[in-house]
Nanobody, 126 residues
Framework: QVQLSESGGGLVQPGASLRLSCVAS????????VGWFRQALGKEREFVAG????????YYGDAVKGRFTISRDNEKNTVDLQMNSLKPEDAAVYYC???????????????????WGQGTQVTVSS
């Protein structure tokens, strides 16, 4: 089991960019699908972006498509989320997740992931 730790959150103005990073320890991310989820205050956790276990396929939630980009570096054991053109509605706690058994049909399903980070807060406000 890998342990995940996110960083890079903070307070930004609408329209700004932010890059979140997730580093894995205790094992390699090879063989894991990885994803980013977020949870705003009073709302359910939602899928943001996912990266397949192999094949280099990426997936995005409708709310972030075209603005966010997920990337991974198996050598560095990291997963990043580049967030551009941030909106106030993007404000949330962002979580990194990894799962060995995650397949294409389940990559948007938080229940498919067995490893989670502690989350990092993103606030978008003027």
């Amino acid at each position: 089991q890998v342990q995940l730790s996110e960083s890079g959150g903070g307070l930004v103005q609408p329209g700004a960019s932010l890059r979140l990073s997730c580093v894995a320890s205790g094992g390699s991310l090879r063989g894991y699908a990885v994803g980013w989820f977020r949870q705003a205050l009073g709302k359910e956790r939602e899928f943001v972006a996912g990266y397949s276990r192999n094949g280099g396929y990426t997936y995005y939630g409708d709310a972030v498509k075209g603005r966010f980009t997920i990337s991974r570096d198996n050598e560095k054991n990291t997963v990043d989320l580049q967030m551009n053109s941030l909106k106030p509605e993007d404000a949330a706690v962002y979580y990194c997740a990894a799962g060995r058994g995650v397949i294409t049909s389940s990559i948007r399903n938080q229940n498919a992931y067995g490893n989670w980070g502690q989350g990092t807060q993103v606030t978008v406000s003027s």
